[in-house]
């Protein structure tokens, strides 16, 4: 009777998991960018893909703002509380359905996310560019910051946000480079002095 039961288990359990893969080959993303070409465009540093402060600023107060959408990948609730003024919200668990990739697909406009901090809407910005859509970008410094120092009082020094870096390269210190000329270290200049007596 066990060995009946423990049959029909593994067969229940084998049939379930072939459907999961199937089901998986099915609906899978086809991404268009493969995991080499992500990390660079992640590590770029001339930063093309943020959108910086000082433009959000002109942006919003000028006729550019019908060349940006922006797409505020925060929770409804915060998005009824304060948002930039025509933007779109689209809360991050629903970045991948397919109303916010039509959305997105619009090559009309460049879409911006942006979110409570400029890491969220930069993982959506990551996840759609991995699938190919070029016509995005993050904004940086985040909403909260935004809000704060752009969209209330702006002043030009709090437009140079930038996610802070490290001072220092401590590679360098750590690194054993090949290159460095063996030589050997000069002896340091030694004075003896004689001293006499004693106890």
Known sequence: MKSNN?????ILFSAILILGL???????????VNPDKATEIATNQK???GFPLQKLYVVLNSEQNEQY??????SE??????HISGAVNIPFNRILTKDCKQMVEESDKTNVFY??????????FFLLRQLGYENIKFMQGGFEYA???IMRTYQSSYGNFHLEKPKYDFTKYFNTNKNKSKTKPEKPDVTTIEVSGGC
């Open 69 to 74: 959408r922006f797409i505020d990948v925060r």
């Open 22 to 32: 199937i089901i998986n080959k099915i609906v899978a993303e086809n991404y268009k």
């Open 6 to 10: 423990l049959k029909n288990a593994a």
């Open 115 to 124: 979110a409570e901090n400029e890491s969220k809407a930069a993982d959506a």
């Open 47 to 49: 930063n093309e893909n």
């Open 147 to 149: 809000k704060k120092y």
């Open 77 to 82: 609730a915060q998005f009824g509380l304060s």
